[in-house]
C-alpha cells in the first residue's frame, strides 16, 4: 500500500472550521462507505444528506490537498465529504482497497477490445456519443507537436467552425427551452451552452499550446458569434449576467493570446477589428460591450510594435512606473481604461476581472513561444514578480530567483512556493532563509486558508530536519499556539526533547483555555483524567449531553477504570432520560452506555449493583425486544 502525504494539519488548514468539525463527525459515523486507490487518486463514497452517496477523488501528491467532491459545497477549501474521506486515508489506511489505475487496465488490451468497450459504452449511455465527439475533435487539433523554431511550426487542419456552431448551438437552444418550461425556482440548474463553452475552451486552449494558434480562429469567430447571439437575446431574469460576462472575458482573453500569438498581418487585424465592432453592436443595449473586448482591442491596436513595448521587452525599461513616458506604458499596465462613471447595478464585477489582464496575456504568449529573456522583462517592469522569480527557477538561475524574492516579494504565499521549489533543488537552508523571512512578512490572507500557518507547519518540518533545533521549536509553539491540536502538541514534546520538562506546564495550561476534542485527547495521553471530565461537563461545551457525544463517549471510556463514580454518575441519568424518550434507533447508543457503567461498576468492586441494575433495567423494559436483545451482549 502507497504511504499517503496527507496529515491531519494539512487537511484541517485546507478546511474551514466547519467543515472540518462536520467532517470529522462524518468520519466518525462511519459514512465514508467505500475507499478504493487508482494509481496515486482515492475514490470514494460517502453518504451524505442526499439519497445517493456523494463521489469524492483525492489525489496522494505531497505538500497539498487536491480534492474534488459532487456535493454543491461551494465556500472555498475542503468540503466536510472531502474532510471525512482525508481522515479515512489518515487513520483506516486498512479499509483502503488498491485497484488497478485507468492505463494498467487498458495496458493489454488490442485497439480491437478498447473499440469495443467504447461502443458499449456508448450504447449504454447516449449522450456519451457527443463526448466521443469532442475527443475526436481533440486529437484531430493536437495529434502533431511543432518542429523547432528554426524549422518553423507545421500548421495542422485547424478546428471545424461548423462543427463548433452546430454543437454550441444545440446547447444553448436546450438552455432556452429549458426556461420556456421553467416552473421551479429552486431546481438546480446548469446552463449546457456554458458548459459547451468550457469544452471548447479546453479544446482550443491545447490547441494553442501547440502553438497552433491559426487553427482555432475561425472556431473562435464561431464560438463567439454564437454566445454573443444568446448573450443579447437572454432575459436577466433567468441568466445570471455577471456568469455570462465572465465567461465572456474568460474567452476573449484567450482568443488575445491566440490573436497575439499568431502574428496576423495588417489586413488580418483590421478584419477583427471590424468583426469586435459588429459584436459591440449586438451588445449594444449591455453595459459590458465596451470592456469585454477591451485585451482583444489592445492586441489588436499593438501587437509587438508598439514603442514602449519594444524597449520594455528589450531591457530598456526595468520599472514601467518609474520609466519616462509612464503614461504610454500604462497601456500594457492595463490601467488606461476608467469604466467608473457607467453606471448599472444588475452585475457586480469584481476589480480583477474587470477587463481581463493584458499583461497577463502577453506573459503566456511569451512563454509558449520560449521568447524567455523578453518574459522576464516584461514581467519585471510590469511588477508581476511572482512570475519573474518562478521563470528564473525554470530557468535554472535560482540564487537569482531567491535574491530577487527575497527583496520584492511580498506574500507569504509567495514566499511559501519559493521555499519549496528551493527545497525541492536540494538547498535546504537556503530554503529555510526564504521560509523565516516570509514568516516576518505580514499574512493578509483572507477567509479560511492561514497562508502563515502553513507556512510555520512547512519551516518546521524542514528545520527539524536540517537539525536547526531553536528554529523548529519556535515553529512548533507558533502552530500549537493557533492551533491546539494533539498532532501540534506532541510536535512541541518531541522537538522540545530534554526541554519539555520546562515548558509542559505552559504547554497544558493553554490546553486548559480549549474545549476541543483535541484537547481531550491531550489531556488523556497524559492521564490528566479529572482536566478531560471537566471539559466534557463544562457548560456550552461542544455536543451537549447526549448519547452520540463521541467527545464524552472518548473521556468514558478512559475515565471507567480509573474514575468509575463519575462514569456511573454521568451515565445513569443519560440512559434513564434515554430510554424515556428516545427512538428505537438510539438502543445501540444507550447500550454502548450501559457498556461504560459495567465497566466502572466492576472496576469499583460493585459487581452486585450492576447486576441488580440490570437486572432491574431488563425487567421494566421488556416489551422493547430489539433492547433486550442488544442487552444479551452485555
Known sequence: MPVSFLTEELVRSNATGNSYERGKVYYNQGAVTSLVLRGDTYEARVQGSEYEPYHVMVVNQPGAVKAACS???????????????????????????????????????????????VKKLVASDDKLIEQVEMMVEVLKATQS????KAQGRQELPGIEAVFVRKRLKKAFDEAADYWDDYDDYYEEYTNPGLDEVDSFLELFTSMINARQERGVLEAFKALLDVY???????????????????????????????????ELTKQEREQWQKQIKKWEMQLSDSWANSRVFLVMKQVLKEGWEEESLKRILAGEIMDAEEAEGAEAVADFWGEEQDFEDEEDEEVEISDDEEVGDIVEVRLHVLARHERWEEYLNLARAMKRYKEYVQQLLKMGRQQEAIDFGLKHLQSQSEMLELAQRVYANGTVNEALRVAEHGLQLPDHTPGYGNVKLSLTEWTMGVARQAGRKDLALASAWYVFLKRCTLTSYLNVKEIAGEGWPKLRSEVLEHVKKEKSDDAIRIFLREDMIDDAIKLVEKPGYAGGENLRNIKAQTVLEAAASKRPEWVIGYCHPLIEDALARVHHSYYADIVRYLGYMKQAYMSANKGGEWGEYIRRLRDKHRSKKKLIELMQKL
Open 145 to 148: 507537436q511543432p518542429g523547432p
Open 228 to 262: 454573443i447571439d444568446y448573450w443579447a437575446d437572454t432575459d436577466d431574469e433567468y441568466v445570471d449576467l455577471s456568469m455570462l460576462y465572465s465567461t465572456g472575458i474568460e474567452i476573449t482573453s484567450l482568443l488575445a493570446e491566440a490573436l497575439l500569438g499568431a
Open 71 to 117: 456535493c454543491p459545497y461551494n465556500y472555498g477549501g475542503l468540503c466536510k465529504h472531502m474532510v471525512a474521506v482525508c481522515l479515512m486515508i489518515i487513520y483506516k489506511p486498512d479499509a483502503v482497497e488498491e485497484a488497478l489505475s485507468l492505463d494498467e487496465l487498458l495496458a493489454g488490451l488490442t485497439t480491437e477490445q478498447m473499440v469495443q468497450i
